[in-house]
């Protein structure tokens, strides 16, 4: 009999009347329950005393639309700064991590100094960093340095966020098997062929979804640089704002940066669940890599 031929017994039809009824259910449950709770929160906000000021304040349509295209092109600073801190995030976080998991005798000092600056960057504020950099680093007057704001604050992050990636990556690193790593050797492989072709593919791949993660908050944290007077979304609508103290510009850069922060955190989770990630679990912490 063909596949197409079978009919399911009356208790499997039953089970599957079941199982839809309760899927109905609790999606007619969940529908009710959030219109009950957007209701309640417009209720209480429409409600206030100060609502309609509050709306003009921050939800002006004719000034939203105005301050739109100033807003926009800040926002395209903060896209290409996130741009170039994740490339370069990535490219030196893998360096340092390989760097740090190593256990060659020259390494030594780079390996030292790897753990200072990953501890040190991972411990103190992103903020307290754009502070040090921004204004610490002018005063140098050194003649090679860029000083504009964008560089500046650009560098900071780059600063900050590489010692996470690096974690991240030796996380991953140590997450492979050293029986991988021996197997290679007993082919004859050196061991920067170990390394390339069978240590970091499999440990890219098992910290993609952490390392996405973080990329994703990056890209929110780029307009800090707007602390340094770098015209971003944010600081175009701070402009925007001084003349009439109307706060709209915040929401629009608000919602702008939403419009690109939301479709990638949508993206890592969908690649998270397609990869069924589980982190350095699927390896043995501690491995290393050159042994």
């Known amino acids: 009999m063909s596949p197409a031929d079978h009919v399911p017994s009356p208790r499997a039809q039953a089970r599957t009347a079941f199982r839809r009824a309760q899927h109905r259910r ?55 700064v996130w741009v170039v801190a994740s490339v370069v995030g990535l490219v030196v976080g893998l360096l340092l991590a390989v760097v740090r998991t190593s256990r060659v005798p020259a390494l030594f000092p780079a390996r030292v100094v790897t753990v200072l600056y990953v501890d040190v960057f991972r411990g103190v504020p992103v903020l307290l960093v754009l502070l040090l950099v921004g204004f610490g680093l002018p005063a140098l007057r050194l003649e090679w340095l860029p000083t504009s704001a964008a560089f ?81 979304a944010i600081r175009a609508a701070q402009i925007a704002t001084t003349g009439d103290y109307n706060f709209t510009p915040y929401v629009v850069a608000g919602v702008l940066f939403l419009l690109v922060s939301i479709p990638l955190t949508r993206l890592v989770d969908a690649w998270s669940a397609r990869q069924g990630w589980r982190g350095s679990l699927r390896g043995v912490a501690g491995a290393g890599v050159l042994r």
């Open 26 to 80: 609790a999606l007619l449950v969940a529908g009710v329950a959030t219109a009950v709770v957007v209701a309640a929160v417009l209720w209480v906000v429409t409600t206030a005393p100060g609502w309609e000021r509050a709306r003009d304040a921050f939800f002006s349509p004719e000034r939203a639309w105005e301050v739109l295209p100033e807003v926009a092109e800040g926002l395209w600073l903060n896209l290409r």
């Open 152 to 232: 500046l604050g650009g560098l900071a992050i780059v600063l900050t966020y590489t010692a996470y990636l690096a974690e991240i990556f030796r996380s991953g690193i140590e997450s492979v098997h050293p029986s991988q790593v021996a197997a290679a050797r007993s082919l004859g492989l050196t061991r920067g062929q170990t390394v390339r072709r069978v240590v970091l593919p499999q440990a890219v791949r098992n910290v993609t979804a952490p390392v996405a993660s973080v990329l994703v908050s990056l890209q929110k944290d780029s307009g800090l640089i707007s602390i340094l007077g770098a015209v971003d």
